[in-house]
Nanobody
């Protein structure tokens, strides 16, 4: 069992930056692939980025490549999402997810989810 708590969301102007954090409770955090998903109003939830348990492998959706960076600190049981050059279309609730089947499988769905944090990008 893994409990996930996101933080770092907020309101930012287009072109600005935010860093999301996801703190995980559980002794086996380092064995889980971790990821970020988002859901905008009226849209389905979509994967944003995932990272393998070791941090060696990452996956990004095309629209955030070059702007977002996912990273993790296994000593702190925390995964991060650095978001730069934010656009209004990045506005969504961002969810942290964990899965034991690897970072590629996690792009499809997670086993554990946080409650989400709101990111709003104004134009």
């Amino acid at each position: 069992q893994v409990q996930l708590v996101e933080s770092g969301g907020g309101l930012v102007q287009a072109g600005g930056s935010l860093r999301l954090s996801c703190a995980a409770a559980g002794r086996t955090f380092s064995s889980y692939a971790m990821g970020w998903f988002r859901q905008a109003p009226g849209k389905e939830r979509e994967f944003v980025a995932t990272i393998s348990w070791s941090g060696d492998n990452t996956n990004y959706r095309d629209s955030v490549k070059g702007r977002f960076t996912i990273s993790r600190d296994n000593a702190k049981n925390t995964v991060y999402l650095q978001m730069n050059s934010l656009k209004p279309e990045d506005t969504a609730v961002y969810y942290c997810a964990a899965g034991r089947r690897g970072s590629v499988a996690l792009t499809k769905n997670g086993e554990y989810w946080g409650e989400g944090t709101q990111v709003t990008v104004s134009s």
